[in-house]
Protein backbone atom coordinates (compact mmCIF):
# COMPACT_ATOMS: atom_id res chain seq x y z
CA UNK A 1 0.00 0.00 0.00
CA UNK A 2 1.66 2.99 -1.25
CA UNK A 3 0.45 7.09 -1.36
CA UNK A 4 3.24 9.07 -2.87
CA UNK A 5 3.46 12.91 -3.34
CA UNK A 6 5.28 14.32 -6.24
CA UNK A 7 6.01 17.36 -6.74
CA UNK A 8 7.51 18.69 -10.30
CA UNK A 9 9.52 22.09 -10.61
CA UNK A 10 12.77 22.07 -12.99
CA UNK A 11 11.55 24.72 -15.63
CA UNK A 12 8.53 27.31 -14.54
CA UNK A 13 5.25 24.82 -13.98
CA UNK A 14 4.40 23.92 -11.00
CA UNK A 15 3.17 20.43 -10.66
CA UNK A 16 2.08 18.33 -7.86
CA UNK A 17 0.64 14.63 -8.43
CA UNK A 18 -0.52 11.36 -6.41
CA UNK A 19 0.30 8.20 -6.97
CA UNK A 20 -1.76 5.78 -5.29
CA UNK A 21 -0.61 2.20 -5.61
CA UNK A 22 0.75 3.20 -8.93
CA UNK A 23 -2.15 4.52 -10.42
CA UNK A 24 -2.22 7.94 -10.94
CA UNK A 25 -5.20 9.65 -9.03
CA UNK A 26 -4.47 13.68 -9.32
CA UNK A 27 -1.88 15.67 -11.73
CA UNK A 28 -1.89 19.22 -10.87
CA UNK A 29 -0.34 21.90 -12.94
CA UNK A 30 0.36 24.96 -12.31
CA UNK A 31 1.59 27.57 -15.45
CA UNK A 32 3.43 30.56 -15.59
CA UNK A 33 1.74 33.02 -17.91
CA UNK A 34 4.47 35.85 -16.73
CA UNK A 35 7.22 34.70 -19.01
CA UNK A 36 5.38 35.58 -22.44
CA UNK A 37 6.28 39.26 -21.50
CA UNK A 38 10.10 38.26 -22.19
CA UNK A 39 9.87 36.05 -24.76
CA UNK A 40 11.47 32.92 -23.04
CA UNK A 41 12.00 31.41 -18.97
CA UNK A 42 13.64 33.96 -17.17
CA UNK A 43 14.65 31.80 -13.87
CA UNK A 44 14.60 34.17 -11.74
CA UNK A 45 10.84 35.30 -12.11
CA UNK A 46 10.19 31.52 -12.46
CA UNK A 47 11.43 30.37 -9.03
CA UNK A 48 9.84 33.22 -7.16
CA UNK A 49 6.72 31.96 -9.07
CA UNK A 50 7.36 28.47 -7.80
CA UNK A 51 6.98 29.67 -4.31
CA UNK A 52 3.72 31.05 -4.83
CA UNK A 53 2.13 27.93 -6.59
CA UNK A 54 3.49 25.06 -4.41
CA UNK A 55 1.42 24.78 -1.69
CA UNK A 56 -1.74 25.67 -3.59
CA UNK A 57 -0.51 23.23 -5.92
CA UNK A 58 -0.61 20.66 -3.19
CA UNK A 59 -3.86 21.48 -1.83
CA UNK A 60 -5.27 20.89 -4.97
CA UNK A 61 -3.87 17.24 -5.90
CA UNK A 62 -4.54 16.26 -2.15
CA UNK A 63 -8.39 17.31 -2.64
CA UNK A 64 -8.21 16.01 -6.18
CA UNK A 65 -6.86 12.77 -4.97
CA UNK A 66 -9.21 12.36 -1.84
CA UNK A 67 -6.74 11.86 0.41
CA UNK A 68 -4.85 13.76 3.43
CA UNK A 69 -1.17 14.52 4.71
CA UNK A 70 -1.64 12.00 6.62
CA UNK A 71 -2.30 9.15 4.12
CA UNK A 72 0.55 10.44 2.53
CA UNK A 73 3.89 7.41 2.76
CA UNK A 74 6.57 8.84 0.84
CA UNK A 75 7.48 12.35 -1.55
CA UNK A 76 8.96 12.03 -4.78
CA UNK A 77 10.78 14.83 -6.10
CA UNK A 78 12.64 15.97 -9.33
CA UNK A 79 16.08 16.46 -8.17
CA UNK A 80 17.50 17.61 -12.18
CA UNK A 81 17.91 18.55 -14.23
CA UNK A 82 16.90 21.49 -14.45
CA UNK A 83 16.72 25.60 -13.49
CA UNK A 84 18.88 25.46 -9.82
CA UNK A 85 16.30 28.13 -8.43
CA UNK A 86 13.20 26.37 -9.64
CA UNK A 87 14.44 23.09 -8.47
CA UNK A 88 15.39 24.51 -4.84
CA UNK A 89 11.55 25.42 -4.79
CA UNK A 90 10.57 21.76 -4.99
CA UNK A 91 13.58 20.02 -3.31
CA UNK A 92 12.96 22.26 -0.35
CA UNK A 93 9.49 22.11 0.25
CA UNK A 94 10.07 18.11 -0.33
CA UNK A 95 12.36 17.63 2.17
CA UNK A 96 10.31 20.06 5.01
CA UNK A 97 7.08 18.12 3.77
CA UNK A 98 8.66 15.00 4.56
CA UNK A 99 10.17 16.23 8.12
CA UNK A 100 6.86 16.82 9.25
CA UNK A 101 5.76 13.50 8.47
CA UNK A 102 8.36 11.25 9.44
CA UNK A 103 8.44 9.97 5.81
CA UNK A 104 10.82 8.93 3.19
CA UNK A 105 11.97 10.85 0.48
CA UNK A 106 12.65 10.14 -3.28
CA UNK A 107 15.09 11.48 -5.41
CA UNK A 108 13.90 11.34 -9.34
CA UNK A 109 15.58 12.05 -12.86
CA UNK A 110 14.11 14.51 -14.30
CA UNK A 111 14.56 12.58 -17.98
CA UNK A 112 14.20 9.27 -16.17
CA UNK A 113 10.90 10.04 -15.57
CA UNK A 114 9.46 11.18 -19.14
CA UNK A 115 10.56 7.85 -20.40
CA UNK A 116 8.85 6.47 -17.30
CA UNK A 117 5.32 8.04 -18.33
CA UNK A 118 4.71 5.55 -20.58
CA UNK A 119 3.69 3.46 -17.19
CA UNK A 120 1.13 5.35 -16.11
CA UNK A 121 -1.24 4.45 -18.81
CA UNK A 122 -2.21 1.01 -20.78
CA UNK A 123 -0.96 0.33 -22.90
CA UNK A 124 2.38 0.04 -21.60
CA UNK A 125 5.51 -1.03 -23.39
CA UNK A 126 7.60 -4.47 -23.27
CA UNK A 127 11.20 -4.22 -22.20
CA UNK A 128 13.28 -3.59 -24.15
CA UNK A 129 12.42 -0.24 -25.87
CA UNK A 130 13.55 2.59 -27.77
CA UNK A 131 12.06 5.61 -26.47
CA UNK A 132 12.72 9.48 -28.41
CA UNK A 133 13.02 11.51 -25.70
CA UNK A 134 12.65 15.07 -27.31
CA UNK A 135 11.96 18.92 -25.08
CA UNK A 136 13.42 22.38 -25.40
CA UNK A 137 16.52 20.98 -23.42
CA UNK A 138 16.81 17.41 -24.72
CA UNK A 139 17.11 15.21 -28.28
CA UNK A 140 17.72 11.90 -26.91
CA UNK A 141 17.16 8.21 -28.23
CA UNK A 142 17.35 5.82 -25.19
CA UNK A 143 17.81 2.05 -25.14
CA UNK A 144 15.53 1.11 -22.11
CA UNK A 145 16.21 -2.15 -21.08
CA UNK A 146 14.38 -1.86 -16.95
CA UNK A 147 12.57 0.81 -14.85
CA UNK A 148 15.60 2.08 -14.07
CA UNK A 149 18.64 0.51 -16.92
CA UNK A 150 18.08 2.47 -19.80
CA UNK A 151 21.18 3.76 -21.86
CA UNK A 152 21.50 7.21 -24.03
CA UNK A 153 22.11 5.13 -27.89
CA UNK A 154 22.06 8.59 -29.62
CA UNK A 155 21.66 12.64 -29.06
CA UNK A 156 21.52 15.91 -30.11
CA UNK A 157 25.83 16.65 -30.79
CA UNK A 158 25.00 20.76 -29.44
CA UNK A 159 20.83 22.14 -29.81
CA UNK A 160 17.34 20.09 -28.94
CA UNK A 161 14.93 19.62 -31.34
CA UNK A 162 12.37 22.00 -28.94
CA UNK A 163 14.86 24.38 -29.12
CA UNK A 164 14.83 24.23 -33.36
CA UNK A 165 11.05 24.96 -32.83
CA UNK A 166 11.37 27.95 -30.33
CA UNK A 167 14.19 29.55 -32.23
CA UNK A 168 12.02 29.61 -35.59
CA UNK A 169 9.16 31.01 -33.41
CA UNK A 170 10.84 34.02 -32.35
CA UNK A 171 12.46 33.88 -36.07
CA UNK A 172 8.95 34.22 -37.23
CA UNK A 173 7.92 36.98 -34.44
CA UNK A 174 5.29 34.81 -32.72
CA UNK A 175 4.70 34.91 -28.64
CA UNK A 176 6.04 32.68 -26.42
CA UNK A 177 6.01 29.81 -26.15
CA UNK A 178 6.18 30.07 -30.03
CA UNK A 179 6.46 25.96 -30.24
CA UNK A 180 2.85 25.48 -30.22
CA UNK A 181 1.71 27.77 -32.37
CA UNK A 182 4.13 26.44 -35.25
CA UNK A 183 2.61 22.69 -34.78
CA UNK A 184 -1.17 25.11 -35.14
CA UNK A 185 -0.01 27.13 -38.42
CA UNK A 186 1.84 23.86 -39.90
CA UNK A 187 -1.42 21.99 -39.97
CA UNK A 188 -2.72 24.50 -42.31
CA UNK A 189 0.56 24.79 -44.52
CA UNK A 190 2.37 22.33 -46.93
CA UNK A 191 5.30 20.67 -45.88
CA UNK A 192 6.91 20.72 -48.88
CA UNK A 193 7.25 24.44 -50.18
CA UNK A 194 10.51 25.32 -48.28
CA UNK A 195 13.60 23.30 -48.12
CA UNK A 196 16.17 23.80 -45.14
CA UNK A 197 19.92 22.35 -44.66
CA UNK A 198 19.15 18.74 -43.05
CA UNK A 199 22.14 17.77 -41.12
CA UNK A 200 24.26 14.53 -41.94
CA UNK A 201 25.55 13.56 -38.75
CA UNK A 202 26.82 9.62 -38.37
CA UNK A 203 25.72 7.21 -36.06
CA UNK A 204 22.86 7.91 -33.73
CA UNK A 205 23.09 11.65 -33.16
CA UNK A 206 21.57 14.92 -33.92
CA UNK A 207 22.69 18.23 -34.62
CA UNK A 208 20.17 21.49 -34.90
CA UNK A 209 22.52 24.12 -34.82
CA UNK A 210 22.91 24.62 -38.63
CA UNK A 211 19.56 23.45 -39.45
CA UNK A 212 18.32 26.85 -37.08
CA UNK A 213 21.00 29.05 -39.03
CA UNK A 214 19.55 28.07 -42.11
CA UNK A 215 16.09 29.07 -41.54
CA UNK A 216 17.55 31.91 -40.43
CA UNK A 217 19.17 32.67 -43.52
CA UNK A 218 16.58 31.69 -45.46
CA UNK A 219 13.83 34.44 -43.69
CA UNK A 220 16.50 36.92 -43.71
CA UNK A 221 17.09 36.53 -47.77
CA UNK A 222 13.56 36.38 -48.34
CA UNK A 223 12.41 39.26 -46.15
CA UNK A 224 14.77 41.85 -47.63
CA UNK A 225 13.52 40.90 -51.42
CA UNK A 226 9.43 40.22 -49.91
CA UNK A 227 9.09 42.54 -46.99
CA UNK A 228 5.80 40.50 -45.89
CA UNK A 229 7.34 37.15 -46.86
CA UNK A 230 7.18 35.65 -43.33
CA UNK A 231 3.27 37.37 -42.97
CA UNK A 232 2.07 35.71 -46.43
CA UNK A 233 4.04 32.10 -46.24
CA UNK A 234 3.52 32.03 -42.55
CA UNK A 235 1.61 28.41 -42.65
CA UNK A 236 3.68 27.01 -45.46
CA UNK A 237 7.10 27.94 -43.30
CA UNK A 238 5.69 26.55 -39.99
CA UNK A 239 4.29 23.13 -42.04
CA UNK A 240 8.10 23.41 -44.33
CA UNK A 241 10.09 23.36 -40.49
CA UNK A 242 7.80 20.87 -38.74
CA UNK A 243 8.42 18.24 -41.24
CA UNK A 244 12.09 18.65 -41.46
CA UNK A 245 12.42 18.42 -37.71
CA UNK A 246 9.93 15.56 -37.91
CA UNK A 247 12.12 14.05 -40.47
CA UNK A 248 15.16 13.95 -39.08
CA UNK A 249 13.97 12.45 -35.85
CA UNK A 250 12.01 9.71 -37.12
CA UNK A 251 15.14 8.86 -39.85
CA UNK A 252 17.32 8.04 -36.69
CA UNK A 253 14.94 6.41 -35.11
CA UNK A 254 14.35 3.98 -37.75
CA UNK A 255 17.87 3.49 -37.65
CA UNK A 256 18.30 2.75 -33.84
CA UNK A 257 15.24 0.07 -34.57
CA UNK A 258 17.40 -1.75 -37.35
CA UNK A 259 20.19 -1.40 -35.23
CA UNK A 260 18.87 -3.13 -31.91
CA UNK A 261 16.54 -5.17 -33.52
CA UNK A 262 13.96 -3.50 -31.36
CA UNK A 263 9.92 -2.54 -32.95
CA UNK A 264 8.62 -1.50 -29.06
CA UNK A 265 8.81 2.63 -30.04
CA UNK A 266 7.89 5.20 -27.69
CA UNK A 267 8.29 8.64 -27.77
CA UNK A 268 8.03 11.13 -24.54
CA UNK A 269 9.25 15.12 -23.39
CA UNK A 270 7.50 18.64 -24.83
CA UNK A 271 8.18 17.83 -28.62
CA UNK A 272 6.14 14.12 -28.16
CA UNK A 273 2.87 16.44 -28.27
CA UNK A 274 3.57 18.09 -31.25
CA UNK A 275 1.12 16.84 -33.65
CA UNK A 276 3.35 16.54 -37.05
CA UNK A 277 6.03 14.02 -34.87
CA UNK A 278 2.56 11.96 -33.25
CA UNK A 279 0.41 11.65 -36.56
CA UNK A 280 4.10 10.52 -39.00
CA UNK A 281 5.10 8.20 -35.91
CA UNK A 282 1.89 6.37 -36.73
CA UNK A 283 2.72 6.80 -40.37
CA UNK A 284 6.55 4.76 -39.50
CA UNK A 285 5.05 2.31 -37.23
CA UNK A 286 2.45 0.59 -40.30
CA UNK A 287 5.72 0.22 -42.93
CA UNK A 288 8.14 -0.68 -40.11
CA UNK A 289 5.90 -2.85 -38.11
CA UNK A 290 6.12 -1.05 -34.95
CA UNK A 291 4.23 -0.91 -32.01
CA UNK A 292 4.43 2.31 -30.60
CA UNK A 293 3.49 4.56 -27.92
CA UNK A 294 2.62 7.86 -27.78
CA UNK A 295 1.26 9.14 -23.56
CA UNK A 296 -1.14 11.36 -22.96
CA UNK A 297 -0.78 15.21 -23.61
CA UNK A 298 -1.22 15.74 -20.11
CA UNK A 299 2.24 13.08 -18.94
CA UNK A 300 4.33 14.97 -22.06
CA UNK A 301 5.45 18.55 -21.45
CA UNK A 302 6.83 18.66 -17.73
CA UNK A 303 4.22 17.21 -14.68
CA UNK A 304 4.54 15.77 -11.83
CA UNK A 305 2.45 12.38 -13.15
CA UNK A 306 5.87 11.29 -14.53
CA UNK A 307 7.73 12.11 -11.39
CA UNK A 308 5.18 10.04 -9.56
CA UNK A 309 5.29 6.94 -11.34
CA UNK A 310 9.13 7.20 -11.39
CA UNK A 311 8.82 7.56 -7.59
CA UNK A 312 6.32 4.57 -6.97
CA UNK A 313 8.82 2.34 -8.51
CA UNK A 314 11.72 3.81 -6.60
CA UNK A 315 9.38 2.94 -3.38
CA UNK A 316 8.84 -0.63 -4.40
CA UNK A 317 12.83 -1.34 -4.56
CA UNK A 318 13.29 1.30 -1.14
CA UNK A 319 15.60 3.56 -2.77
CA UNK A 320 15.19 6.61 -0.89
CA UNK A 321 17.51 9.77 -0.16
CA UNK A 322 18.37 11.50 3.01
CA UNK A 323 17.59 15.02 3.86
CA UNK A 324 21.16 15.84 2.90
CA UNK A 325 19.85 15.79 -0.81
CA UNK A 326 20.70 19.00 -2.31
CA UNK A 327 19.35 19.44 -6.22
CA UNK A 328 21.49 19.27 -9.71
CA UNK A 329 21.29 21.50 -12.32
CA UNK A 330 23.02 19.16 -14.56
CA UNK A 331 22.58 15.61 -13.43
CA UNK A 332 23.91 12.32 -14.95
CA UNK A 333 21.31 10.54 -16.74
Same mark, same amino acid.
Not at 12 to 37: L, M, R, Y
Not at 47 to 75: E, F, G, Y
Not at 194 to 201: D, L, N, R, T
Not at 221 to 233: S, T, V, W, Y
Given at each position: ?????????????????????????????????????????????????????????????????????????????????????????????????????????????????????????????????????????????????????????????????????????????????????????????????????????????????????????????????????????? =?? +??????? &????? %?? *? $? @???? !?????? =?? +??????? &????? %?? *? $? @???? !?????????????????????????????????????????????????
Amino acid at each position: MSVILAIESSCDDTSVAICNNGKITANVIANQTIHQNYGGVIPELASRVHQQNIVPAVHQALLNAKVTKQDINAVAFTRGPGLLGSLLVGVSFAKSFALALNIPLISVNHMHAHILAHFIDDPKPNFPFLCLTVSGGHTQIVLVKDYFDMEIVGETLDDAAGEAFDKTAKILQLPYPGGPLIDKYAQLGDPQKFKFAVPQIPDLNFSFSGFKTSILYFIRKQEQEHPNFIAENL =ND +ICASVQY &SIVQI %LL *N $K @LKKA !AKLYGI =NE +IAIAGGV &SANSG %LR *N $K @LQDV !AVTEGWKVYIPAFQYCTDNAGMIAIAGYQKFLKGDFVGQEVSPMARMEF
